[in-house]
């Protein structure tokens, strides 16, 4: 009987010895730059996990602060783009064609554009007005 029962402890604590150990697990997966990509892109592909992930940064100071300066430098690229779409009238209608041709494959997209488009009194107008012209096929 004493044999079972320290056979029984024996492995009871070989377990807990290795159950402390996987905490380092994730260290050891996050250090790995190829694991560590793969679960980003996991968790991008997945709206749950991206929503998570979000609220996540959010909370915690570092991440917040790392967000922060991703909108500041987006900002700061979104004029610089908007002047170069302006200035380029053949970027603007080969990014519009190439929105246009992804959002037939992707009905999420189709809807937040059409969505877009009717917030938009301008974007609307100028749809009624190709349409009434007949001018929707080139889209110049």
Known sequence: MKKIQT???SIVLLILIGSCQSGSTHT???SDTQ???EIMEAIAADS???NEMIGTLLNNENGMMTMQN???MTMGNHSSM???VKN???LTHNMMSTMVETAKSDSSMMSGMIRTMMADPQMMQMMQNRICNGSM????
């Open 48 to 50: 749950t996990m991206s």
């Open 137 to 140: 096929n080139g889209m110049k």
């Open 88 to 90: 380029n009238p053949d």
């Open 70 to 72: 991703h909108q500041k």
């Open 7 to 9: 056979a029984a402890y």
């Open 28 to 30: 050891s997966l996050l």
């Open 82 to 84: 908007m002047n170069m």
């Open 35 to 37: 694991s560590r990509n």
